[in-house]
């Protein structure tokens, strides 16, 4: 029994060593919920996955990323680790290479409200995003009582920080307002949909404002494995000169859950 547990750790940390040194997504706003591991026991748990793409037209597109997800929970307290990481080569050249870490904490004022306060750093090449930094807080809202069926709101202020390399936009230093309303389901044990849409405008302008909305569905495969479909959709009315303001992503990969 031993021996076994010995194997299953050192198996957990070379998958996560390896997923964190593949090189992330074009959304500009992190899905903090994706993969949020829903459990009433105390102690460490989260996902891991991965996801490669090749795609050719013109050019030959190749494209890796992962995504990781810690979190430890201990009665009414919660916290989690996200990172997001992306690579993407077109005919050999660096292209897009990007990086998001998100770290949270959430406790629990009532068995249907819990307070929230989260740090984010951020680099998207391709978006041309040098930095953005966040920090925010606010109330979450548990919705639903059924265990298959789950329904969340949240609401934050936050203050950013943000360099981008268009050679035209000051840096920013701005309060937004980051709500957000996201569902998981859970039809059968093999089996999930999570989605979760983010509104975010600028206080003192609400014209300026972003809206990311992502669904992934889980299919078990065996043991803690599954397959990971994800549709990802952001808009940005002001993004940096030069980037559209709209972008869409599609991903398939692989997710491996840990308890």
């Known amino acids: 029994m031993r021996s076994i547990n010995i194997i299953t750790i050192m198996r957990r940390i070379l998958l996560i060593i390896l997923l964190f040194a593949t090189t992330y997504s074009q959304a500009q706003i992190l899905n903090a919920e994706s993969l949020r591991k829903v459990t009433d026991t105390s102690g460490f748990s989260g996902t891991a996955s991965v996801n490669f793409a090749l795609k050719r037209n013109v050019n030959d597109f190749i494209t890796l990323g992962s995504d990781i997800h810690i979190q430890y929970k201990n009665n009414n307290h919660l916290a989690l680790f996200k990172n997001n990481v ?22 629990k ?11 984010q750093g951020q680099y998207n090449k391709i978006n041309l995003i040098e930095f953005r930094g966040l920090a925010g ?11 298959k069926y789950k329904f969340y709101l949240g609401a ?10 268009d050679n035209s936009t000051p840096t920013q230093k701005k309060f937004r307002g980051s709500s957000y309303f996201s569902f998981s389901l859970y039809p059968s ?26 669904t992934s569905l889980l299919v078990g495969l065996f043991s803690n494995f599954s397959v990971k ?6 808009y940005d009315a002001f993004p940096a000169v030069g980037i559209p303001n709209s972008q869409y992503e599609f991903t398939t990969g692989v997710a491996y859950t840990f308890d």
């Open 86 to 107: 992306n690579f993407q080569k077109i005919e050999g050249e660096n292209f897009e290479n990007s990086l998001i870490s998100h770290l949270r904490y959430n406790y």
């Open 109 to 119: 004022i009532h068995p249907r409200i819990a307070w929230e306060a989260f740090v």
């Open 137 to 147: 807080t606010g109330p979450r809202f548990k919705l639903s009582s059924s265990e």
């Open 156 to 165: 934050a202020a936050m203050y950013e920080y943000e360099e981008v390399t």
């Open 189 to 214: 044990d093999h089996v999930s949909v999570i989605s979760t849409t983010y509104y975010q405008p600028l206080f003192e302008n609400m014209s300026d404002y972003r809206i990311s909305s992502q």
């Open 229 to 234: 479909l994800s549709h990802t959709f952001v």
